[in-house]
Structure formats: C-alpha cells, structure tokens
C-alpha cells in the first residue's frame, strides 16, 4: 500500500509539473485513481465530499503533485474502503495497489540511485499485475483491467492525457538506471534485481536495446541451471515483444521440448506470472521444482487462450504452453468457458500458414483431446 515518503527537497519530474510548479511523484496511482472516479461518474467536487478531503487535494492527487504515496498507510486504507462503498471496479482497486508500488519504483529510478538497490525491484519476484501498471508509462499501453473496462461515463474537459505520462528524457533516465542496475549487480545474491532489471529494459525501444541485452545475457553465465534457464527465456521473451519468433521457437525447441525440467519451470512461471499461485515468492527457485505447484491451472488456461492470437510474437511459446497444460491438467477441458473458447478458436489458429510444424502438431493433439473430453 502507500508508503510515506518525506524529504526537505522532494524529486522532481521536470517534464510532468502542473501550472504551480509543484513535483509530480505519483502519477501511475493518481491516474488510475482519476480512472476510478470516472468509472464512478462523479465529479471532483463529489468525490472530495466522499472522501472528506478538500477539491484541491483530489485535484493533486490525480495530477501527480500530491502523490498517493505520501499518505499514511491507514489513510490509504480508509479512501480505499469508501471508494469501494461508493461502487468502485474491484480488479481497479486493485490496480490502484499496484499503482502505488509501480510509483514508488519509478521514483527511486529516478531519483535515488540507493532506492533501486535496496529497494523492491529486487526484493521479491514480480507478477504481471505490477508490471504492466508500471510499464504504462513507459510503453502507453494501459494495464488489464482498464482496458477491460468501458469508455468513461463522462467526458474530460479540455485535452487530457490518455494515460500517466512522462517525458522522453524521463523515459531515457529511467532506462539508463535500469541498465546501470543490471550492469552493476552481480553474484547470486543480486541475481533476482539484475534479472528484473533486465527485463524492464526489454520495454525501451532504442535501437540497440536488443544487442545490449544478447550482450548482457553473454558476458554473466550464471552457474546453475535456473539461472540460464530464466536467462534464456528472458532474452526470447525480448526479443518476441519485438516481433522475432525464431528466437522464441529455438528457446521452446531447446530450453522445454528438450528438456523435461524446463517444461515444469515454464508452467511454474506462468502460473506465478498471472497471479494464479497463491502466495509471492521472494526467490526464483520456485520455479525449479520438479513438478507442477498446486496452483489449479483453470486461470492459466484461460490466460494462455486469450494470447493465442497468430502474428504475435507469444504465439508459439501460448501454444506450447495450453499444449504442456493439458498433459498435467486434462481435467481442465471438462468444465469451464476456456476450454469451449479454446474450441471455437482451433479452426482459424489451425488455417494460420506462418504456423510451424511443431505447433500444427500441438494445436492438433489438442483438437484430439477435446473431442476425447467431449466424447
């Protein structure tokens, strides 16, 4: 939740102030929370009278220069629990939580040097949630659940921005300190924030962003076998955002056909990666163990058949992952709206003529074990 951060001279973002002047600190969670009272239809006027704060107060919060992440815990809590009364999108609640640790992030990436290293990017492993909300400003592209949700119920006044923004030079700044963190940590010890590190550069979108991160894989060869496995499966998850399949097909091929262990691990990670294991987990080695976790693989499932989308970079590796899926969870194909979906969907993955070999054969054992299940 929010963390109170106080400092004689507070950080600035120089590119994201308002008409005073004031910092602008905590624009991720006051954006969402803007998208919360739109989502509610109330004005700031209301809110202010909801919440029992004054207008301006509202009015900092979402612009940034009063940061959510100011306020005390339990005041938090408190707007927190009238928001809910009031009506408020629960997954956007949630979002407002993630919010609130991505800002705390971004600062300390920004500002505090220190605040990287010792701070949480490091600390414990991170779940999709947390980073697509703290990847929003970075790449513009809104998190889950609000691009679930429908267009506001009431239109902004004046040009408004379509998402928590910051400048080039902030974008620029926050991928040097990524880079300089992931240059810098070394060892086992470090191994999780230099791993994390390097994959938040993965959404930079300079031109050697690629090679520096080959390079980056190339010259620290980690000792144990989960190490290059994540090693690995990071680089092809890179280079898969930007379009380069057969580097994606080559990790599936030899790092999970391959290799029985790197199957599990790959279940293991997509299952913590989405939120559908319980608890987090402040090490990777979850992810070694040699049979699948209790997660139930129901939201998995259904997570992985929302990415089959042919000409995505994901295509090949959400493939081979429903395929892996069902050989530890047949029963997920008896019940559910993802294995019907999963269905209606075979035919046109099936016609997609860029599919490989391997994955034909995958999606068409799959088809098989419907019928079975139907049967």
């Known amino acids: 939740m929010g963390l109170r951060m106080r400092s004689s001279s507070p950080p600035t973002l120089t590119g994201n102030r308002g008409n005073t002047g004031r910092p602008r600190t905590g624009i991720i969670s006051g954006y969402v929370f803007r998208v919360i009272r739109e989502q509610l239809g109330v004005t700031q006027e209301e809110t202010a009278e909801r919440l029992r704060v004054s207008v301006d107060t509202i009015a900092g919060w979402e612009s940034g220069r009063r940061p959510l992440t100011a306020l005390p815990v339990g005041q938090m809590l408190v707007h927190r629990h009238r928001l809910m009364r009031m009506g408020a999108v629960p ?39 947390l980073v697509e909300v703290l990847a929003w400003p970075l790449t513009d592209v809104p998190p889950q659940p609000v691009r679930d949700l429908p267009d506001p119920p009431r239109r902004r006044r004046g040009p408004t921005p379509a998402g928590p923004e910051l400048s080039a030079s902030e974008r620029a700044r926050f991928f040097t300190q990524m880079r300089r963190t992931a240059e810098q940590a070394s060892g086992a010890d470090r191994f999780l924030l230099r791993r994390q590190s390097l994959y938040l550069c993965g959404y930079d979108d300079q031109p050697d962003t690629s090679d520096w991160l080959a390079h980056q894989q190339s010259v620290e060869q980690p000792g144990d076998w989960l190490a290059q496995w994540l090693n690995r499966r990071s680089v092809a998850a890179v280079a898969a955002r930007r379009g380069d399949r057969d580097r994606m097909s080559h990790f599936i091929e030899s790092a999970l056909i391959d290799d029985d262990a790197g199957e599990t691990a790959n279940l293991n990670y997509w299952a913590y990666w989405i939120g559908e294991s319980v608890h987090l987990e402040l090490s990777d080695d979850f992810i070694a163990i040699r049979t699948p976790g209790s997660w139930p693989g129901a939201t998995l499932l259904t997570h992985l058949v929302q990415g089959l989308t042919p000409y995505h970079g994901f295509f090949e590796l959400n493939v081979h992952s429903v395929w892996s899926l069902l050989q530890v969870r047949p029963d997920l194909l008896r019940s559910g709206t993802a294995g019907r979906a999963l269905s209606e969907r075979l035919p046109v993955l099936l016609d997609d003529r860029e599919l490989s070999a391997r994955g034909r054969r995958e999606l068409e054992s799959i088809r098989y074990a419907i019928r079975l299940a139907e049967a």
Request: charged letters at 30%; zero cysteines; aromatic letters at 6%.
């Open 91 to 129: 997954s956007l609640l949630q979002a407002l939580d993630r919010a609130l640790e991505a800002d705390v992030l971004l600062t300390g990436a920004l500002f505090d040097e220190d605040a990287v290293e010792t701070g949480p990017l490091g600390a414990w492993v991170m779940r999709r949630d």
